[in-house]
């Protein structure tokens, strides 16, 4: 089943981004509210999928990005950004993004993003409630 | 027509009350014997004004009722007693009263101190709301601006890793130009945001020691900055009472300026310590490196004025704009001697003790 890492200094939209997730039969085996401690949780927890929020304090979702990628290259990333068609999509699919979720969070869509990256949920753990 | 609320569990003294509001030209909606009441309608019917005795039949009492209200409700209180003793005055001060009227009172002062209530009262709503905007104004800035700086950056790191063998030495030093100026525009946003994040934060106040905090920064510059032989001098023992975060950035600005503007000078010294002057100790920061004209002091706490150009001293010119914020918010007072060539002086005064 695929395992996902939340990499995002606010609260509210890791809170967010997890239950979604969570509720969709993804299992999320960490949550980071910095750079920093993400990076470092993703090398002990070696997640299929790391999700990333662009607008952080000290080390932006972008330089995040550049470090995951060099430190290996099969990482699959999604960034989280407020600007629709902005340059930043751009930037991050050349580093190396799989894709990209747009904020604040809409169920749907992101979903879709997370399942054409690591495949579909296991429908065992699906909570019938939220779908 | 401005709607009141009576709170006063002796009849008598709350038809008398509401009879010299009417004569006024106000609206008395009830009038009410215990604080329970007082909250529940105070919800329903949302009155503009509530008149409040302290001592209430019923559990809850004047003052534990306003709490409730001021801060479900926002409608004004105004507490009339006859009690003045400073035990109830300083129970009351925290319930956030818009007055209070010690009987027997004038009917004069009653419809002037209720006027004086409806306009603080609308005033803070105002000023509430424009904040509330601000808030998701410069969220929204910050957001919004450094997204195209992160690609601005971004991309010409990819210049600069991939095709800098396709460029002259002359283009490449012009990709490291935008890119440094981008990181300062990044850095320019960042100290916005929290120079508005330290005005509106609220404060945990707890006993700091100020000599401790002091040390542990001027170690922290000493090691990202082994190459700078700087003699420092932190008095012991000093402890004031403020939040910790704001007060920390309060003086990492404050040091990390003193460090940095003795970077240009020989034998740097920098003095941590305090004095009195009367009964209130007051705080100093103390070196001797650029300083600055004495007669421009004033100009220092201003947002995004700089004394000295970029080149000599790197700096945005918010610094001093945030410690300012954070040392008023305390309730003290903050301000600077100095003179050019002869080093810097920083005096600041926070609360010593509790409340």
């Known amino acids: 089943m695929p395992t996902v890492l939340i990499i995002d200094d606010e609260d509210l939209d890791r809170k967010v981004l997890h239950s979604i997730l969570l509720s969709a039969g993804y299992e999320v085996v960490g949550t980071a509210r910095s750079g920093e401690e993400g990076i470092k949780l993703s090398r002990t927890l070696k997640p299929d999928l790391i999700t990333i929020d662009l607008m952080m304090p000290k080390m932006n979702g972008m330089e995040v990005l550049i470090k995951l990628m060099k430190e290996n290259a099969k990482t699959n990333a999604l960034i989280c950004t407020s600007a629709h068609s902005d340059p930043v999509v751009d930037l991050a699919m050349r580093y190396g993004a799989k894709g990209y979720i747009i904020k604040p969070f809409q169920a749907r869509s992101l979903l879709a993003t997370v399942k054409e990256v690591v495949g579909a949920p296991d429908p065992a753990r699906m909570n019938v409630w939220n779908f | ?355």
């Not at chain 2, 210049?159 to 320019?188: H, K, W």
């Open chain 2, 1 to 355: 027509m401005t709607q009141v609320l009576i709170v006063e569990d002796e009849a008598i003294v709350a038809e008398s009350i509401a009879s010299k509001l009417r004569r006024y030209g106000y609206e008395v909606v009830d009038t009410l014997p215990t604080g329970e009441e007082a909250v529940d309608k105070a919800g329903k019917t949302r009155p503009d004004v509530i008149l409040m005795d302290i001592h209430l039949a019923g559990k809850m009492d004047g003052i534990q009722a306003a709490d409730r209200i001021s801060s479900q409700y926002h409608i004004p209180v105004i507490f009339l007693t006859a009690y003045a003793d400073e035990q109830t005055i300083a129970r009351a001060k925290e319930a956030g009263p818009f007055g209070y009227l010690v009987k027997p009172f004038r009917e004069r002062d009653l419809y002037v101190t209720i006027e004086m209530a409806r306009e603080r009262s609308r005033l803070e709503a105002e000023l509430e709301a424009a904040n509330r905007e601000l808030d998701s104004f410069s969220y929204s800035v910050s957001h919004d601006l450094r997204a195209p700086l992160i690609a601005i950056d971004g991309f010409s790191r990819i210049l600069e890793e991939t095709y800098a063998g396709y460029l002259p030495p002359d283009g490449v030093e012009c990709l490291s130009r935008i890119r440094q100026a981008a990181n300062q525009m990044d850095q320019l946003i960042e100290d916005f945001l929290r120079l508005s994040r330290v005005t509106r934060a609220p404060l945990l106040m707890e006993k700091l020691d100020i000599s401790r905090i002091a040390r542990d920064i001027l170690g922290q510059l000493a090691t990202h900055d082994p190459d700078r032989k700087v003699h420092w001098k932190v008095e012991e023992g000093l402890t004031v009472f403020g939040d910790p975060g704001l007060c920390e950035i309060a003086l990492k600005n404050l040091i990390g300026n003193a460090w940095k503007y003795t970077m240009h000078t020989d034998n740097a010294q920098i003095q941590v310590g305090s004095l009195m002057q009367g009964q209130t100790r007051v705080f100093f920061i103390k070196d001797n490196g650029a300083g600055f004209p004495s007669e421009k002091a004033n100009l220092l706490f201003i947002p995004l004025q700089r004394l000295h150009s970029h080149q000599e001293f790197p700096g945005n010119g918010i610094g001093l704009a945030t410690v300012q914020r954070i040392v008023h918010r305390h309730g003290g007072r903050i301000w600077a001697e100095g003179a050019t060539g002869e080093g810097a002086t920083f005096f600041f005064t926070l609360p010593e003790e509790a409340g």
